[in-house]
């Protein structure tokens, strides 16, 4: 069994920069996961798959806002040009009957 110190560790985080705290937030949540869907390797997996990009952003110094606003302008962008196709194909389909 592990043994830690939580007033130490409480200490350290306390100590952390705001920024840094979004990295202790992701892995409280991971931990969290664990222990409630032990059997969730997937999501352990999809978290590994993703630490360059955390990383990346807290490097750059961006916002949880600009990084949610870019988010969401590509999310919007991928949907218009789904859209688009689906849109394309129907009257593809139509014309060619």
Excluded: C
């Amino acid at each position: 069994m592990v043994t830690l110190d939580r007033a130490k560790l409480h200490k350290d985080i306390d100590e952390l920069a705001d920024d840094r705290l979004v990295e202790v937030e992701a892995a409280v949540l991971v931990a969290k996961d664990k222990k409630t869907h032990p059997g969730s390797a997937w999501a352990r997996a999809l978290y590994d798959l993703f630490e360059p990009v955390r990383q990346g952003v807290l490097e750059s110094g961006m916002t949880e806002e600009e990084v949610n606003t870019i988010l969401d302008e590509e999310l919007e962008a991928v949907r218009q040009e789904l859209y688009e196709k689906r849109i394309a194909a129907e009257k593809n389909q139509y014309s060619s009957q």
